[in-house]
């Protein structure tokens, strides 16, 4: 039975003809009803998990899934150094930003591991993970 957050799931039919829910993951209005999905496919070379200690992958873990049990809504409304979120500026990029990435697309830090940022975008109901922060030289962090 799904939950109350997600009374705009569609039916559709699974595997073996059973009807599974599907919510909607462009539409960001909509969307914000739900809960993330996070994304790996575009994980920096240089800001990737695999450069975590043991200790901050664990932290990423955790942080992931609490975030995962939230809807959007709840994410925006949450304090930025908690379960929240802030925007982050393209321009604060120091790294080249990838090219998918254009112009238009808005860049936001969730934390991991204390204020470590995971830098990334939304798109409807994913979060692309591009950047694990871990060391505090992807933008200039202030004093």
């Not at 009374?7 to 914000?32: H, Y």
């Amino acid at each position: 039975m799904p939950d109350k957050r997600n009374k705009r799931l569609k039916n559709k039919k699974g595997a073996g003809g059973k009807k599974i829910l599907v919510p909607p993951t462009k539409d960001t209005l909509s969307s914000d009803l739900f809960c993330p999905i996070f994304s790996f496919e575009y994980l920096q070379k240089d800001y990737c998990v695999r450069d975590c200690q043991a200790a901050e992958k664990a932290d990423f873990a955790v942080q992931l899934r609490q975030l995962s049990e939230l809807t959007w809504r709840e994410l925006r409304a949450a304090p930025k150094h908690g379960l929240g979120y802030e925007k982050i500026s393209q321009s604060a990029i120091q790294p080249a930003i990838p090219p998918h990435i254009t112009k238009d697309v808005n860049l936001i830090a969730f934390r991991f591991s204390g204020a470590k940022p995971m830098v990334g975008y939304r798109d409807g109901r994913l979060f692309y993970v591009i950047w694990l922060d871990r060391a505090f030289s992807l933008y200039n962090h202030g004093s």
